[in-house]
């Protein structure tokens, strides 16, 4: 049996033309093939303005830096995510403060962070853990109550909505990435998107050395070198021609793992609205990922554990506790979730996990 690895980038002729034209241009760099992606973009979620970046942790930073936020602020972040969220925030000089997930849906409580705002508090970074976001309705009003900007890390979550708008797009600034696992991807990279055309601007200045008409050795500000390059962008675009196909697949693999599934009671799935979500990964919750991962790879079936608890790695680790986070690490696992694996590769799959479990 052929390995069936966790997750795998899916590119073909299309974008392999694609790059080679750009090529053959004698242009590389970040161009006309940018702003043809980041159209695609702005279009695909419905925002205003999208600029891409190098990657999705620049995209988080940048978008905290264009909202004034460093040194001696505050901003709440969930325990469980992907470091990069955590990370982004204290490259600016800020302190991230961690707080508890629901278990319902693995995103921020929202009871806790109200609890955690404080007079140094400027923001709070919601993430979208899978495409599932919490209340955001509720979160607006939070933020508006306390005068807090909202950065949307939906990184994860690309053709996903809350009541019809598309998640990124609530908040102030949106933070998309397309790393090599994404549900589309140029490699690396990020997008970033706001309605808020000084967002934008600084935006731009940020990205390209602190100016914002880069044929003009001005710099108004300080920025950094986080621009993009249209051989990235010629793959961002053809993968987005593919990206409505592929959500609608991600959907019916999800569906298709639940009803495989659903008479296995150790394994659980974390309730989805598939009619807004597109899961980007199969997460179940099961007591022993760690046994089944072996049990699976065993059987050339790639899995990965959820990500650790941010409190609980070395350069996080304090005092605080936070129970959610720590039982969602210690009981997820993302199962194989390439959009171009066949019905019988789930079926295959689910039938090796039905088998671990009567075996015990």
């Not at 891409?52 to 940048?62: C, E, I, R």
């Not at 978008?63 to 936020?69: C, M, R, S």
């Not at 940020?206 to 990235?232: E, M, P, S, V, W």
């Not at 989805?272 to 072996?294: C, G, H, R």
Request: one cysteine or more.
């Amino acid at each position: 049996m052929k390995f069936i690895a966790q997750i795998e980038p899916w590119l073909d002729e299309k974008e392999e033309q694609a790059v080679s034209a750009v090529i053959k241009s004698g242009w590389i760099t970040e161009a006309q093939k940018t702003k043809e992606f980041e159209q695609m973009i702005a279009q695909f979620v419905d925002s205003k303005y999208t600029s891409v970046l190098s990657n999705g942790t620049v995209t988080l930073f940048v978008a905290l830096k264009a909202l004034g936020i460093g040194e001696g602020d505050e901003v709440i972040v969930p325990d469980f995510t992907m470091v990069a969220s955590a990370n982004a925030i204290g490259l600016t000089g800020a302190t991230p403060i961690f707080v508890d997930i629901r278990k319902e849906d693995l995103c921020l409580d929202l009871d806790e962070v109200e609890l955690k705002i404080t007079q140094n508090t400027k923001a709070i970074m919601p993430v979208a853990m899978n495409g599932r976001s919490p209340d955001m309705d509720r979160l607006l009003q939070i933020a508006k109550d306390h005068n807090l900007f909202i950065v949307e890390d939906a990184a994860q979550a690309l053709g996903c909505y809350y009541k019809g708008k598309h998640l990124g797009t609530l908040g102030n600034i949106g933070s998309f990435s397309f790393s090599t696992p994404k549900v589309i991807t140029t490699g690396q990279g990020g997008a970033l998107v706001t309605d808020d055309e000084n967002l934008f601007k600084r935006i731009t200045e940020l990205k390209d050395f602190g100016r914002i008409d880069r044929n003009t050795q001005d710099h108004d500000a300080i920025g950094y070198n986080f621009k993009f390059t249209d051989i990235l962008a010629a793959v961002g675009i053809e993968q987005m021609k593919k990206l409505e196909w592929r959500l609608k697949r991600k959907k019916e693999m999800f569906q298709l793992f639940k009803d495989q599934l659903k008479f296995v009671e150790q394994v659980k799935f974390v309730e989805t609205n598939l009619e807004e979500t597109s899961p980007w990964f199969i997460d179940i919750i099961v007591s022993d990922p760690l046994e089944l991962q072996k049990i699976l790879k065993e059987k050339q079936i790639g899995t990965r554990v959820f990500y650790p608890a941010i409190h609980t790695t070395k350069p996080y680790k304090g005092t605080e506790v936070f129970p959610n986070s720590l039982w969602a690490s210690e009981h997820g696992l993302w199962l194989p979730s390439s959009t171009f694996l066949k019905d019988s590769d789930i079926i295959d799959i689910c039938n090796a996990i039905k088998i671990f479990y009567e075996n015990r």
